[in-house]
């Protein structure tokens, strides 16, 4: 499933779906562009830093992605590996770090650490959770 589906699957269940990770010391957010907001672009996603909003690209509806010159070569590899498995970079980046790249929550659960998320945003991203490797695996194990 690409980036652009798993946002439209959401979209079902949450109203303002948003994916944020950390990549060079900031946190980055995409997030669905609202008519209200972005009248010219409504439903492409937008990438900005979380906390001021910068502007650092977009990925259009057929999935393409357009980024600003400027920014770091690390966060243009995550994002680009967002864009090829944003499952597959949340479920890493969710073992990697603790936290849901979904909805921000840490992850404490063996199930969750496993997947990378929890069962509230796998029901609400229509993503596939609870089957754990091993009974035995523990946090430290995973990372």
Same mark, same amino acid.
């Given at each position: 499933m690409n980036?652009?589906e798993?946002?439209?699957r959401?979209?079902?269940? !949450?109203?303002q ?8 010391? @900031?946190k ?9 907001h972005? =009248?010219?672009?409504p ?13 650092f690209?977009?990925? !259009?509806?057929n999935g393409? @992605? ?9 966060l243009r590899?995550?994002?680009?590996k967002?864009?090829?498995? =944003?499952?597959e ?14 909805c ?7 199930e969750s !650490? ?13 993503? =596939? ?14 990372m």
């Open positions: 980036l652009i798993l946002f439209q959401a979209q079902q269940n !949450l109203k779906p948003k994916f944020v990770f950390k990549s060079c010391n @900031m980055i957010k995409i997030h669905i562009a609202t008519k209200a972005y =009248p010219n672009f439903n492409y996603l937008y990438i900005s830093k979380a906390e001021t909003g910068d502007y690209g977009k990925f !259009l509806k393409q @992605m357009i980024l600003q010159s400027n920014i770091p070569d690390k590899e995550d994002l680009q967002i864009k090829d498995n =944003p499952i970079f949340g479920k890493l980046y969710g073992q990697q770090y603790s936290f849901c790249c979904f921000g929550t840490e992850i404490i659960t063996v !650490l496993t997947v990378g998320y929890g069962p509230i945003c796998a029901s609400n991203w229509g993503l =596939p959770w609870g089957s754990v490797i091993n009974e035995n695996l523990t946090k430290g194990e995973l």
